[in-house]
DNA sequence: TAAGGCAGCCTTACGCTGTAAGAACCCGAG
DNA sequence: CTCGGGTTCTTACAGCGTAAGGCTGCCTTA
C-alpha cells in the first residue's frame, strides 16, 4: 500500500496519491485501506518513512570517507539521490511536521560524523540549522520548475532587462548552457554542491 | 479582502483561509470573491504580493549600509520580521511555484546589491541557489514547532539516550536556555543569523 | 425621464477530498 | 456447523474549490 501511494506520487505527483485512487490501484475500495492506516497522515508519514528507508540505504552503499567533510558531503549527496528520484519528496519533508524516528535517526548519525570531526555539540547545533533541509538533499526553489521558460519574446525581453536589470544581466551570462535541471528551475546538482560546500567549508573554518 | 485572508491566516492559519471564510469575514458568499479573484492560485498570489509590499516596507525603513554584506544582511532581516509576523508566510512561499513581478523584483535588488559589492554574475546566481529561501527570511525546519515537546519523561530521555545519543548528548548541552522560539522548534533570531552570517562569510572569501 | 448596461453579489449544484459508522465477508478454530 | 475476529465494502456526510446563471442597483446616455 505504501509501496502503491509511492507509485503513484512518483507518477502524477503527491496530490494525486489520494485514498480513493491509492485504493483502486489496490483493486480495493477507498475505506479498506483504514484497516491498515489511521488516516492520511499516518499514511503521509508512512512515506516519510519509506524515504527514510531509502536514503538509508542509499548511505549504507557509501564507502566510508577518511574525514567528517567528506563523509557528511556524502551521505547527503546519498540523501538527495533519493529526493531526485522522488520528486514529491521535498514537499512531504516540508509540509510535515512529524518528527519521524527514522528522521531524527539521520540526523544523529550526522550530528555523530560531526562529533567524530571534532565539532563540538554547539557548532553541530548550528550545523543542522544552517544546513537545514540541505541535510535531506534538497533546497527548497522559490522560482519555479519549467514556468513558461521556453516562450520568452523580445518583448519580455526588453522589459526584463529594464525592469530587472541585475537578473537580466546574469540570466544573460549564465546562458544556461545546463541542458537538464534535475530539480525545479536550475538546481541542478552543480548549484546543491556549490551550497553545500560553501556551507561545509564555512563550517570546516569555525571548527578549526 | 486581501486584508480579511491575510487577518484569518494569522489568526488561524493558512488552511483556514478558506473561500467560505474570507467571505463571511467579509459579510458576503463565498463565490462572490471571485468576481474580484480570478481563483483561489489567485488570491493566494495576493498574498504573496501582500507579503512582498510588506518587506518592500520594511526594507525600505532600512538606513543605507556601507558594504554589501552590511546591506545584504540588513535587507534579509528586515524580510524576516515580517515572516515572523506571518507565520504562513514560509509555507505559502514554499508552496507557491508563480515566480510573482514582486519576488523577482526583490531578487533583483539582492543581486544588484551583490554586484555593487564586485560580485560576477555567476557568482551572485550562485548565492542566489545558497541563500534560498534565507534571502527571504526564513528557511525550513524540518523538525516539528512545539511539538510535545513539553512532556518528556525520563523514559523517553532514556531512550533518547540510548538511540540518537548524539542528539540526546547536543540537546543536553544546548540546556534550551531561548525562552521564546520564533519560528519553528528552536530556530530562534540567532541560529537563523548564525547561518546566514556562515553563507555570506563564505561568499565574501569567494569574492575576494 | 426612461432605457440600457454592467459591476457586484447571490443561489444552486457538482465533483472532489478525507473519513465516521456499520454491515458483510472470509477463513481457521472449536 | 458455528463461531469469532481479521479484513473488506457500503453508505453517507461535511468541507473544499468553483462552474453556471440569476438578481439588484447605480451610472451613463439618449
New binding site residues.
Given amino acids: 500500500m505504501l509501496r502503491a501511494a509511492v507509485e503513484i506520487a512518483d507518477a502524477d505527483g503527491l496530490q494525486a496519491a489520494?485514498?480513493?485512487?491509492i485504493?483502486e490501484s489496490l483493486?480495493?475500495?477507498?475505506?479498506?485501506l483504514?484497516?491498515?492506516v489511521a488516516?492520511?497522515?499516518d499514511l503521509l508519514d508512512g512515506l516519510v518513512d519509506v524515504l527514510m528507508d531509502e536514503i538509508t540505504e542509499a548511505v549504507d552503499g557509501d564507502r566510508p570517507a577518511d574525514d567528517w567533510k567528506q563523509a557528511l558531503r556524502q551521505r547527503i549527496l546519498s540523501a538527495r539521490q533519493v529526493m531526485l528520484r522522488h520528486r514529491w519528496a521535498p514537499g512531504l519533508l516540508e509540509g510535515r511536521t512529524s518528527m519521524r524516528p527514522a528522521v531524527v535517526l539521520y540526523h544523529d548519525q550526522l550530528v555523530g560524523l560531526m562529533r567524530s570531526g571534532g565539532f563540538s555539540y554547539d557548532l553541530a547545533h548550528h550545523a543542522l540549522h544552517a544546513l537545514g533541509s540541505r541535510a535531506l538533499g534538497f533546497s527548497q526553489e522559490l522560482f519555479d520548475p519549467s514556468a513558461g521558460a521556453g516562450e520568452v519574446s523580445d518583448r519580455m525581453l526588453a522589459e526584463l532587462a529594464s525592469q530587472v536589470p541585475n537578473l537580466a544581466g546574469m540570466l544573460a551570462e549564465i546562458a544556461h548552457d545546463d541542458p537538464e535541471s534535475t530539480i525545479g528551475w536550475c538546481d541542478d546538482q552543480a548549484e546543491f554542491e556549490f551550497a553545500l560546500d560553501l556551507i561545509l567549508d564555512g563550517l570546516e573554518r569555525l571548527n578549526s
Fill in positions: 489520494t485514498m480513493r485512487r485504493g483493486g480495493a475500495e477507498a475505506m479498506s483504514y484497516y491498515h488516516n492520511k497522515n
